[in-house]
């Protein structure tokens, strides 16, 4: 195992489930085993890689969350040789209140994904676009987070909440979150966007990823399609963006899973 990866960001329509999509079909593609954990109430992604979401929320993300001890490996569904998934469900849409005074109600995706550690080398969490309970348990169970930010739009005061959440989070129970910023939807002719994408660069440092997603309506039409930008446009220019994400993770994760192996 060698990443958690959360996609997040509160506001909704920023390429969150695009990436969480496109990023695993990358990695799988790569030879690494992926798991895809829908946690959207709207099962985006579950639809994105062509699988109708289950008629029992019991066997879908929502289970992972609300059971204490579920079983995971019935909820898994194979999407391509690499790449499984666990899907959303409308019931996340409760999940908030159904877990509103529960103990320990933060880590529960945390504790039902440890059991997979073996089976993956990469987990990809995509979020809801909301800072709910689910999101949190996102960011508890994440080793990553890329915070998808459009380059057409720098929201300063949501991303110092969102920060501000995810500093919570490292203080209470994960200090060792790595977080990402990654520009999506960007339009390179574009001054604003040119100008977003310096802020992103300046505010986030050696974190914010060098891989930059541009806005292309191939990544849109393959979503529409119900498939993957590597079954839909192979070689695009949306793929080869996502490409070189898959590229850019797989350097900064398991090179530094390397070092520290060979520094035991
Ligand atoms: P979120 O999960 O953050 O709500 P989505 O990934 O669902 O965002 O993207 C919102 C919409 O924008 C979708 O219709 C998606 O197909 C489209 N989209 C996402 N990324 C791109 C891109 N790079 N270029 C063009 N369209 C995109
Ligand atoms: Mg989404």
């Known amino acids: 195992m060698f990443a958690t990866i959360g996609i997040a960001n509160q506001k909704g329509g920023v390429g969150k489930t695009t990436t969480a999509v496109n990023l695993s079909a990358c990695l799988a593609r790569m030879g690494r085993r992926v798991l895809l954990v829908d946690l959207d109430?709207?099962?985006?992604?579950?639809n994105h890689v062509g699988v109708d979401?289950?008629?029992d929320e019991m066997l879908s993300s929502y289970a992972l969350l609300v059971d204490k001890s579920p079983n995971v490996r019935a909820i898994l569904t194979a999407v391509s040789p690499n790449l499984q998934l666990v899907p959303g469900h409308i019931a996340l849409a409760e999940v908030d209140i159904k877990l509103f005074s529960t103990i320990n109600r933060e880590t529960r995706l945390q504790r039902a994904l440890a059991r997979l550690r073996e089976d993956f080398d990469?987990?990809?969490l995509d979020c809801p676009p909301s800072l709910g309970i689910a999101t949190i348990n996102a960011f508890c169970a994440a080793t990553h987070l890329i915070?998808?930010?459009q380059t057409n739009w720098f929201a300063y005061e949501a991303l110092k909440r969102l920060m501000s959440i995810v500093e919570d989070v490292m203080e209470e129970t994960n200090p060792n979150l790595v977080v990402y910023a990654l520009a999506t939807l960007h339009r390179p002719n574009v001054n604003i966007h040119r100008d977003v994408l310096v802020k992103i660069q300046e505010t986030f440092e050696h974190f914010a990823l060098s891989s930059v997603i541009r806005h292309t309506a191939t990544l849109a039409e393959a979503s529409a399609a119900r498939q993957t930008i590597v079954e839909y446009a192979h070689g695009s220019r949306g793929h080869m963006d996502y490409q070189n994400l898959a590229e850019e993770i797989i350097n900064r994760v398991e090179?530094?899973?390397?070092?520290i192996a060979q520094a035991l």
């Open 41 to 46: 109430a709207q099962a985006n992604a579950t």
């Open 122 to 124: 990469y987990i990809v």
């Open 147 to 149: 915070i998808c930010i």
């Open 255 to 259: 090179r530094k899973a390397l070092k």
């Open 53 to 55: 979401p289950p008629q």
